[in-house]
């Protein structure tokens, strides 16, 4: 089986938050918190943190090679840092991205057409939700010292398959301000904890 290693991207400045959206809290956990545990419940224990030095033993702080570059910034640092050939990445404020829905992510980057896997959802790439492979890091610092250091400008170079999602897209791409942070926690009623 593929071992995979997580990035959590966590260096955002959480403008229209208001605060740092992992410490949001669900049920008495941190966002932080609640996908730790998911991810060590998937068998990931080689969690990276970027962007933010979140106290936690279970997680390992990096910081980014490049700085003021964006979320591409970020998963540079943790596909360099990383052990695994693969690794999930994942931003913090998108704690609900169900297990099985990452397990069918996994499966589908282990038939292998592609260096990337990205979550999707009606029509909607989600950038910051997939599997990425840590041979795209030569190709991320090269389009980071370029004129568009974007994710985007990454998937589009490397290629991608997309898994599409059929749940609310709010549980993908995770929340950005504090209404949609109420939206996404009212919507969790029936969330089961694992």
């Known amino acids: 089986m593929t071992k995979y290693s997580a990035i959590i991207l966590a260096g955002g400045k959480s403008r229209r938050m208001g605060q740092k959206k992992g410490e949001l809290i669900f049920r008495g956990k941190t966002f932080y918190e609640v996908l730790i545990e998911k991810l060590n419940s998937l068998g990931i224990k080689e969690i990276l943190l970027s962007g933010y030095d979140y106290k936690d033993d279970r997680v390992i702080f990096v910081e980014d090679i490049y700085k003021d570059k964006g979320p591409l910034a970020g998963i540079h640092s943790g596909l360099i840092r990383s052990s695994a050939e693969s690794v ?3 931003t913090e404020d998108a704690p609900f991205v169900p297990e099985d829905y990452i397990k069918q992510l996994m499966a589908k980057h282990k038939e292998g057409s592609a260096m990337i896997t990205l979550a999707s959802c009606r029509e909607n790439i989600q950038q910051l939700v997939g599997i990425y492979d840590k041979g795209l890091a030569p190709l991320a610092e090269n389009i980071l010292n370029s004129e568009r250091p974007t994710v985007k ?20 791409r995770g929340c950005n301000t504090p209404e949609e942070y109420i939206d996404m926690v009212r919507g969790l009623k029936d969330y089961k904890r694992r």
């Open 88 to 90: 999930l990445v994942i």
């Open 153 to 172: 400008n990454l998937i589009n170079k490397a290629g991608y398959v997309l898994l599409p999602y059929e749940g609310e897209e709010i549980m993908i």
